[in-house]
């Protein structure tokens, strides 16, 4: 893991599975980021991760539900006055939610509820830590002459192998037949794609980064990998994670997936 010029990383959904994970090897591995904000939507009933916060004084709770925009602002406003012209360095928009629906029992209600989580609120959280995420892309990053990574500003995205399109079809198509997921996280890979193109002029890195199948509410314990090592190995992508990463699409191996 390359954490070691990553001053501040902000995480959402970090209540329980791979965000509360996120923080934990952060916070307990070797080069810890002086500033791990923890997002929440409820800080009362994360039980564990206000016991990393009492054992970890750099971690931060801070409540953001990301489907509220007025949490969402209210949320800015404070990691603002948390890291003033420092900005932020990277934003890992993570929270996320399974709708499971297939061809017969989808209903309009189930795509848009699982849209405005997995889609539109990374798009919207971006928007608002965008300030913070360009103080810290024209402080030009520690430790290097500029380029672009962690080290200065970059927002991957959370995302699946199930929303890849071209994957999905012979074989792979009698498996998971989840229209509201999987459209969601095409959709993400879309926002990913549009934002890295957008914001490159400013030295801000975007991607998307699929975790593996994981051991957590959503993923099920009959997942092949554990939560710490599917974190300890995105976190180690997102530490080598350079220009040449800008809009890319990756397995948690660091291996380029297909859209
Ligand atoms: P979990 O269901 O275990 O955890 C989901 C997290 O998202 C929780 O912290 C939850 O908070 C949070 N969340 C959901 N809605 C909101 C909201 N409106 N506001 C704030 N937080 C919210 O899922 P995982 O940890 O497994 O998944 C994390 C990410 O990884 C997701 O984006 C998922 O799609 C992706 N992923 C997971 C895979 C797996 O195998 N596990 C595979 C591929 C991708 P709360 O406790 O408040 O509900």
């Keep these: 893991m390359n954490f070691k010029n990553c001053r501040s990383v902000l ?22 980021p002086g500033k791990i904000i923890a997002t929440v939507r409820n800080p009362a009933t994360a039980q564990r991760l206000q016991e990393l916060a009492e054992a970890h004084p750099n971690i931060y ?5 990301v489907v509220s925009q007025e949490s969402i602002d209210k949320a800015a406003e404070e990691v603002g006055q948390l890291l003033q012209e420092e900005g932020l360095n990277c934003l890992i928009n993570n929270a ?3 709708v499971v629906a297939d061809f017969q029992t989808v209903t309009a209600e189930m795509m ?3 849209f405005r989580t997995n889609s539109v609120a990374p798009l919207m959280i971006t928007k608002a830590f965008l300030p913070l995420l360009k ?4 402080r030009g990053g520690a430790g290097s002459a500029g380029g672009m990574g962690i080290h ?12 890849s399109v071209e994957l999905y079809w012979g074989e792979r198509a009698n498996t998971f037949k989840w229209y509201p997921y999987r459209t969601s ?4 890979n879309m926002v990913t794609r549009c934002m890295a193109v957008d914001l490159e002029s400013e030295g801000i890195l975007c991607m998307a980064l699929h975790p593996g199948w994981v051991r957590t509410d959503m993923g099920g314990q009959e997942a092949p990998l554990s939560p710490e090592e599917s974190i300890s190995s995105i976190l180690s992508v997102m530490g080598e994670l350079t220009e040449k990463d ?3 699409f990756l397995h948690y191996t660091g291996e380029p997936l297909p859209w």
Excluded: P
């Design 11 to 32: 995480v959402t959904g970090a209540s329980r599975g791979l965000g509360l994970q996120i923080v934990e090897s952060l916070a307990t591995g070797g080069f810890s």
């Design 61 to 65: 709770i801070i409540t953001l539900d």
């Design 96 to 98: 996320g939610i399974n």
């Design 112 to 114: 848009v509820e699982n």
């Design 135 to 138: 103080h810290a892309a024209s």
């Design 152 to 163: 200065r500003a970059a927002i991957i995205n959370i995302t699946s192998l199930l929303g």
């Design 185 to 188: 996280k095409s959709a993400l």
């Design 246 to 248: 800008s809009g890319s």
